[in-house]
């Protein structure tokens, strides 16, 4: 049980275009789900939190508007990296935990943007 | 400064050989600390959690020790594989489980 899944599982656009990662929790329900970008041989930065129906929380320094962030229900969560730039180029993990328990994380999202 | 430091950063062992990585922790209060394996590329895998009260968590072939009033845990990986090339991350909650303070990883090579 608790399987997170990501897709895509990575993707290549050009700078300026907007690309959309989707997180999904496959055996239970997630209350909270979380994103988070990891350069190379660097930590996982935390970037927000959502709760399914309510804004996402963004960390300090990540854009709001450039991070779009939908918790729509209960197993889904989605990030809209909007008009793309090479320095957004990273890999993406989002996590997913329901009440009481800890997180579990995706696969990852590699996103290189040209 | 980063509240969870890591050592060593990488290290290269031979296959079947045991290896010991350290974690040093500052985060508090304290909640529970977890190490996870990530392969390249892939996302963070739980191998095991500890709270305050555990000292010592096995999962296979990794020991994980917990000493919650130094602050450190340590995981030891006994008869290393090929498969357990990969980062190690130790990762520290005050919280429960919503915030997470994540170590850089070690980076370990398992050679044949």
């Known amino acids: 049980g608790a399987v997170v899944s990501q897709h895509p599982s990575w993707v290549i656009c050009k700078s300026g275009t907007s690309v959309k990662i989707e997180c999904r929790s496959l055996d239970f329900q997630a209350t909270t789900m979380f994103w988070y970008r990891q350069f190379p041989k660097q930590s996982l930065m935390l970037m927000a939190t959502?709760?399914?129906?309510?804004?996402?929380?963004?960390e300090q320094g990540v854009e709001k508007d450039k991070f779009l962030i939908n918790h729509a229900s209960l197993t889904l969560s989605t990030l809209t990296v909007t008009s793309a730039h090479p320095e957004d180029s990273s890999f993406y993990i989002c996590?997913?935990?329901?009440?009481?328990?800890?997180?579990?994380f995706g696969p990852g999202t590699r996103l290189t943007v040209t | 400064k980063n509240q969870v430091e890591q050592s060593p950063q990488s290290l290269i062992i031979l296959e079947g050989k045991n290896c010991t990585l350290q974690?040093?922790?500052?985060?508090?209060?304290?909640?529970?600390l977890r190490w996870y394996k990530q392969d390249t590329g892939r996302g963070p895998v739980s191998l095991t959690i500890?709270?305050?009260?555990?000292n010592t968590k096995s999962n296979g072939r990794y020991t994980a020790t917990l000493d919650a009033d130094t602050k450190q845990s340590s995981l030891h990986i006994t008869a290393s594989q090929l498969s357990d090339s990969a980062s190690y991350i130790c990762?520290?909650?005050?919280?429960?489980?919503?915030?997470?303070?994540f170590g850089k990883g070690n980076q370990v090579v398992v050679i044949p």
């Open positions: 990762v520290v909650s005050a919280d429960g489980n919503n915030r997470l303070a």
């Open positions: 974690c040093n922790y500052t985060v508090s209060p304290f909640s529970n």
């Open positions: 996590s997913a935990r329901k009440q009481g328990d800890e997180q579990y």
């Open positions: 959502s709760n399914e129906g309510s804004k996402a929380t963004y």
């Open positions: 500890m709270t305050f009260s555990e």
